[in-house]
């Protein structure tokens, strides 16, 4: 039963694509955005929601900002559809002529025409600050849990921290949110260098 869930999920995901634009590669997996409202967090510093960075190369600050980018983003959302600097304002008067979403906006954020750019990237920050997951078995371990990890894994954290990934991967949100050059090689399957 699991297959063919998948397989159906596969099918109308090919379907969605309009006819005569091909699938774009993009150039780097999407990171999760599972605890995406906590971006910014290091240890002792507070995150600022208006200036939390964004995306692998930090190039978008706050969530109200990145949740627009993969509306105009050509290999995610837009396609080859609308020009760039059209593409929110499209969607914006595309939800404008729905009127359930006209009353939940209004609902949310009053005003005499709530469905606006800053409220779209509103409303979705908003959804992304829910999806929160701080319970896996290695925060309940920082936690003072200590039970919680077992003995292998317990080495296997004494050896990230012995060799040095926790340069970069430390704090709540196991990052430094900054960019480091790791000398990753070119993924063969993209037209051109993607070397900085
Ligand atoms: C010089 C800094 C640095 C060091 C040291 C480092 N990393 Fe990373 N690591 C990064 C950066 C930068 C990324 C890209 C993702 C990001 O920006 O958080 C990354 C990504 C990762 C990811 C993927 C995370 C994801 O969200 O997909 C894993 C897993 C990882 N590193 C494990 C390790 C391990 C294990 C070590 C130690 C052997 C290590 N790293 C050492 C900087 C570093």
Not at 44 to 57: C, S
Not at 70 to 82: F, H, N, Q, S, V
Not at 83 to 96: E, G, I, M, Q
Not at 160 to 180: E, K, Y
Request: net charge positive; hydrophobic share 45%; glycine share 6%.
């Amino acid at each position: 039963m699991r297959r063919m869930g998948l397989l159906r999920v596969v099918s109308v995901s090919v379907a969605t694509f309009v006819s005569g634009h091909a699938p774009r590669l993009v150039k780097r997996n999407s990171q999760t955005i599972l605890n995406v409202a906590f971006n910014g967090l290091t240890t002792g510093t507070e995150a600022l929601a208006a200036t939390a960075p964004m995306f692998w190369d930090l190039r978008v600050r706050s969530l109200e900002a990145q949740a627009l980018e993969p509306i105009k983003a050509l290999d995610e959302m837009r396609g080859g559809t609308y020009a760039k600097d059209r593409a929110v304002s499209t969607v914006v008067s595309r939800l404008n002529a729905i009127p359930e979403y006209r009353r939940m906006f209004a609902r949310a954020f009053g005003g005499n025409r709530p469905v606006d750019d800053r409220n779209l990237g509103r409303a979705l920050a908003a959804f992304q600050r829910t999806l929160v997951a701080a319970d896996a078995p290695f925060d309940r371990y920082i936690r003072g849990d200590t039970p919680a990890l077992n003995a292998e894994q317990v080495r296997g954290l004494e050896r990230f921290q012995s060799i040095g990934c926790v340069n970069c991967h430390n704090g709540p949100m196991l990052s430094d949110f900054a960019t480091h050059v790791l000398a990753v090689p070119d993924n063969a399957k993209l037209p051109e260098s993607t070397r900085v």
